[in-house]
């Protein structure tokens, strides 16, 4: 299983939208740059996302889990991108903000930080269990 973090506006789609989308999930569609629909590509079903809800909130919110690998994004005319379909697993308690994030040196790889624009990116198994521990209370 790979870990990721799927970036979302919150007032285009926001985790409590996810969360009514059901079991049946929702497509995370519209992902335009081409390095994120590699990622995009990459992910197999089961693997584990973070919400990350930007520009409003700039923090993770919660976790999606992938239920359909890529396939062609119905948005997308020119039929060069992806979607992936993801189901909603949990809101966090406490969300993680990118400020907290930053200050914490053992995270300042990742490419949240270093590609702040990337909207779907890889996070390795360390740093998820490190964001993961920061959203309990």
Known sequence: MKYWLLKSEPDVWS??????????GAPWDGVRNYQAAKN????????????????????????VKVIKEHYLDK?????????????YIRKF?????????????????????K????????IDSKSWKILNNKSKV
């Open 15 to 24: 985790i409590d939208q996810q969360k009514k989308a059901g079991k049946k």
């Open 40 to 63: 995009l590509k990459n992910m197999k079903k089961g693997d584990l996302c973070f919400f990350y809800h930007s520009n409003i909130g700039k923090e993770i919110v919660g976790v």
């Open 75 to 87: 948005t997308d005319q020119s039929g060069r991108f992806v979607a992936v379909t993801v189901r």
């Open 93 to 113: 308690d406490k969300p993680v903000n990118l400020i907290e994030i930053k200050k914490n040196k053992e995270l300042s790889h990742l490419s949240l930080i």
């Open 115 to 122: 590609q702040s624009r990337l909207s779907v990116m890889p």
